[in-house]
């Protein structure tokens, strides 16, 4: 396997949001109705630098995972170590390596920041507020994707529209302001069953953690299996509200929180 070089090795310069905005509008006129190879292949072609694409190894990643490596595209996988992720996850993490003959950039939080965040709150303190919550995903996890986006031009993403009411507004491709970025979701459309039924299908190596009812699969200790008929993200932070429930991973168009009464620094699932 050979490692890619990050974005942050190959930077291009920022480019206006009015610029970032006609490109996410073109790729979503040109691509909007088209399949995900064809997807992939048109945001790839239109890259004006590097092409990242984040996964936590959830069901979607895993499928859009597939996607790129079988046409083996020029995409830098990355993915967050939080620290507190489920053993499945890092077992899963190895076996996608090697089933796909890839290499996923890993990113870790900066440990005088964690350090810091656990004398402070004790290594369990995101149970003690919503602050100490989003403090510690903005540590974990804010700060680690500022680094594995640094210098990229496109970001792709798992995202699915479906997944809660509150990214139901997300497009195939957007200006992603804060960040000087296209990010693209090409699984936009997709159902979870025809993601599963796909991952299925095509031998894609998943989480086993999904068949016990743990859907959308974030850090182990701010994650549960959900009920029937529970939204599919009512198993992450289930002690806060239901209304906005993000990690501040992901930003709108106009380079606020798309999703973000609860976001770190509002500035950035
Ligand atoms: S999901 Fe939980 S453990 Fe993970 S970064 Fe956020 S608060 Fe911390």
New binding site residues.
């Given amino acids: 396997m050979a490692a890619s070089p990050g974005p942050d090795e190959t930077s291009t310069s920022p480019q206006p949001t009015v610029v970032l905005a006609a490109r996410a509008a073109a790729l979503d006129a040109a691509f909007g109705m088209a399949d995900v190879p064809e997807r992939l292949s048109g945001i790839v072609a239109q890259a004006a630098g590097p092409v990242v694409f984040t996964t936590s190894f959830g069901l979607e990643d895993q499928v859009l995972t597939h996607f790129i490596a079988t046409a083996k595209l020029p995409v830098i996988f990355a993915t967050l170590d939080?620290g507190?992720l489920f053993p499945e996850v890092y077992a899963l993490w190895q076996e996608t390596e090697e089933r796909y003959g890839i290499l996923i950039r890993p990113y870790y939080p900066r440990h005088d920041a964690v350090e810091l965040y656990v004398r402070q709150n004790g290594i369990n303190g995101?149970y003690g507020s919503r602050d100490a919550?989003k403090s510690?995903?903005d540590?974990?996890?804010v700060e680690p994707l500022g680094r594995a986006l640094a210098g990229a031009d496109t970001w792709l993403t798992g995202l699915r529209a479906d997944q809660s009411a509150a990214r139901g507004g997300v497009k195939l491709a957007e200006a992603d302001a804060a960040r000087g970025l296209v990010k693209a979701s090409p699984l936009i459309d997709w159902s979870r069953e025809r993601t599963l039924a796909f991952a299925e299908a095509n031998d894609v190596p998943i989480n086993p953690l999904h068949a016990q009812g743990f859907v959308s699969i974030?850090?182990q200790?701010?994650t549960r299996a959900i009920r029937p008929g529970e939204p599919e993200r009512a198993g992450r932070?289930w002690w806060e509200d239901d209304a906005a429930k993000e990690?501040g991973l992901h930003v709108g168009s106009d380079g606020k929180l798309a999703r973000a009464k609860i976001a770190p620094a509002e500035a950035h699932a």
């Fill in positions: 939080t507190r995101f919550r510690c995903c540590i974990r996890k974030g850090c200790p701010c932070w990690c």
